[in-house]
């Protein structure tokens, strides 16, 4: 397993507990944790890992937000709690726009974007900063 995907596992294993703890399930099996990295991609689980090491997360027990994200955004939850369960169940899309988000993180940042999470109807949006129209035309008078 690669670094990055070691620094997933570990802290996925802490997220995982932290819903169980939270719900009252019991702690899954090894063959949970390994569905779990068959399904999300060694690119995906080393994504979320870089992005964790990053500082790009900001992780809070089964509930994450990303940096610079506005404030009123998020947080957003790892897991979901289903009646008929006995395990968390993962909210798979989330793991996949983490990766994304982290993978596109600096080339945005070099490219002068921001980049946003869950960002209106978009997944991840990435923009160029537009300065602020009053100043623009505060500018255009002046001339």
């Given at each position: 397993?690669?670094?990055?995907?070691?620094?997933?596992?570990?802290?996925?294993?802490?997220?995982?507990?932290?819903?169980?703890?939270?719900?009252?399930?019991?702690?899954?099996?090894?063959?949970?944790?390994?569905?779990?990295?068959?399904?999300?991609?060694?690119?995906?689980?080393?994504?979320?890992?870089?992005?964790?090491?990053?500082?790009?997360?900001?992780?809070?027990g089964?509930?994450?937000?990303?940096?610079?994200?506005?404030?009123?955004?998020?947080?957003?939850?790892?897991?979901?709690?289903r009646?008929?369960?006995?395990?968390?169940?993962?909210?798979?899309?989330?793991y996949?726009?983490?990766?994304?988000?982290?993978?596109?993180?600096?080339?945005?940042?070099?490219?002068?974007?921001?980049?946003?999470?869950?960002?209106?109807?978009?997944?991840l949006?990435?923009?160029?900063a537009?300065?602020?129209?009053?100043?623009?035309?505060?500018?255009?008078?002046?001339?």
């Amino acid at each position: 397993m690669s670094y990055y995907g070691g620094v997933f596992l570990h802290h996925f294993r802490q997220w995982a507990r932290a819903a169980c703890d939270s719900w009252s399930y019991s702690e899954p099996r090894d063959d949970f944790f390994d569905r779990v990295q068959d399904r999300l991609t060694d690119s995906i689980v080393e994504w979320i890992g870089y992005g964790i090491q990053a500082g790009l997360l900001i992780e809070d027990g089964v509930h994450f937000n990303l940096c610079e994200n506005a404030p009123e955004k998020g947080p957003y939850k790892w897991f979901s709690k289903r009646a008929d369960a006995r395990e968390p169940q993962c909210n798979w899309e989330y793991y996949v726009q983490v990766a994304f988000f982290a993978r596109l993180w600096e080339p945005c940042r070099h490219a002068a974007l921001s980049l946003t999470f869950e960002d209106e109807l978009m997944d991840l949006a990435a923009r160029r900063a537009v300065q602020d129209r009053r100043v623009q035309a505060g500018r255009l008078i002046r001339r």
